[in-house]
């Protein structure tokens, strides 16, 4: 059964970078794409960037320029490097899963995280 869990969030100064991570188990991981969201209160979910099967990197608006997405096959694992983070960053960020192929739309994938709460703050 397809698992995914998220952690590295925390409290930032802005200003400040942090590396989130996405542990895939249950499944054969390099055949999902994984893409990463975002959530900040009283805000619906945005799509900020995704990476396909074959390593095809999607990046949604509001990730361009200080968002990077990176995969292991070995570990198993979806990175989010965030830098020059800013207040309004701060957002309960998870990760998704589903077949092969990214979207942005948040109703086509099949599996999501928990989410890690990211807080920029000073």
């Known amino acids: 059964q397809l698992h995914l869990v998220e952690s590295g969030g925390g409290l930032v100064q802005p200003g400040g970078s942090l590396r989130l991570s996405c542990a895939v188990s249950g499944v054969t991981f390099n055949y999902y794409a994984i893409a990463w969201f975002r959530q900040a209160p009283g805000k619906g979910r945005e799509a900020l960037s995704c990476?396909?099967?074959?390593?095809?990197?999607e990046d949604y608006e509001q990730s361009v320029g200080r968002f990077t997405i990176s995969r292991s096959n070995v570990s198993n694992t979806v990175y989010l490097e965030i830098n020059s983070l800013k207040p309004e960053d701060t957002a309960v960020y998870y990760c998704?899963?589903?077949?092969?192929?990214?979207?942005?739309?948040?109703?086509?994938?099949?599996?999501w995280g928990q989410g890690t709460q990211v807080t920029v703050s000073s």
């Open positions: 998704a899963a589903r077949f092969y192929v990214c979207y942005a739309e948040e109703d086509m994938y099949d599996a």
């Open positions: 990476i396909s099967r074959s390593d095809e990197i």
